[in-house]
């Protein structure tokens, strides 16, 4: 990939969540309901996720028309540049609903299947995470490093959970299992925040099973690029199974307890 193709999409992802992120923030109706379910009653769309994604796919098209994208609200098209455009408009859409901080707008450029280029931009925390394959990540012009690794007893693990009761069932299990076994667990409701935590080292490390390529297409790629592995089941890319994510020295330990208590079944 050439520089100048590297820039020329970090731009346009930086623009893109920059716009997104500021409509939402600042055009969010007092009275915001649910427009309509996905998996289940409480795994919602909101009529500003619509517009969020329908804001970021016109922008797209105006300045790389050729590309495919895949939206979390519909959005999908092949495209005929190599390019596909990850997008989740909101991420932690519930957390938006409820008037809580934590959500973002999550943009992936991926080149011949490869995320190459990753922007989270969280408004109400003021920050924008982004990341180049192979060029490091930052916040804002802050390059990020996770933190050294303590052992699993000491980590600070952070997950989420699914919509559906069965799997939410599942979910509690595993946790109820690796709770007593580390220095304690963090639920914040967005993925690709979790993510850009563990990338700037305010978690030690990331789990979550049921997530979709739009939840970590580009958390993922800012994870690795301040220095994280990141999988899925051991020896899996990280996928709608399970997602994984921690420095080097924790990583096997924790997909290895997490392998061993199931937490991608159910």
């Not at 959500?103 to 995320?115: K, N, P, Q, R, T």
Request: glycine share 14%; net charge negative.
């Amino acid at each position: 990939m050439s520089d100048t193709l590297k820039a020329e999409l970090l731009a346009v992802a930086l623009e893109a969540a920059d716009r997104a992120g500021a409509l939402l923030r600042d055009g969010r109706p007092a009275d915001l309901g649910v427009a309509a379910t996905k998996t289940s009653p409480i795994d919602v769309v909101t009529e500003m996720d619509i517009a969020a994604e329908k804001l970021i796919t016109g922008f797209l098209a105006e300045r790389r028309p050729g590309d495919g994208l895949l939206g979390e609200e519909g959005a999908s098209s092949e495209g005929s540049t190599g390019v596909r455009w990850v997008i989740d408009p909101i991420d932690g859409t519930v957390n938006y609903l409820y008037g809580l901080p934590s959500w973002c707008v999550s943009i992936a450029a991926e080149l011949d299947g490869e995320a190459v280029v990753g922007v989270v931009a969280a408004p109400m925390r003021g920050e924008t995470y982004h990341a180049v394959l192979g060029e490091g990540a930052y916040l804002g012009e802050r390059r990020l490093a996770v933190r050294p690794a303590p052992g699993l007893d000491q980590a600070l693990i952070g997950t989420g959970f699914g919509y559906l009761a069965s799997r939410r069932a599942a979910q509690a299990e595993v946790l109820r299992s690796l709770l007593p076994q580390v220095r304690d667990i963090r639920r914040g409701g967005s993925a690709a925040i979790d993510l850009c935590d563990v990338a700037c080292g305010r978690l030690d490390g990331y789990y979550e099973r049921g997530l979709n390529p739009w939840d970590y297409a580009a958390g993922a790629l800012i994870a690795r690029e301040a220095g994280a592995l990141t999988g899925g089941r051991p020896g899996e890319p990280a996928s709608t199974e399970l997602t994984v994510a921690a420095p080097p020295a924790l990583f096997e330990g924790l997909q290895g307890r997490l392998e061993e208590l199931g937490a991608w079944q159910g």
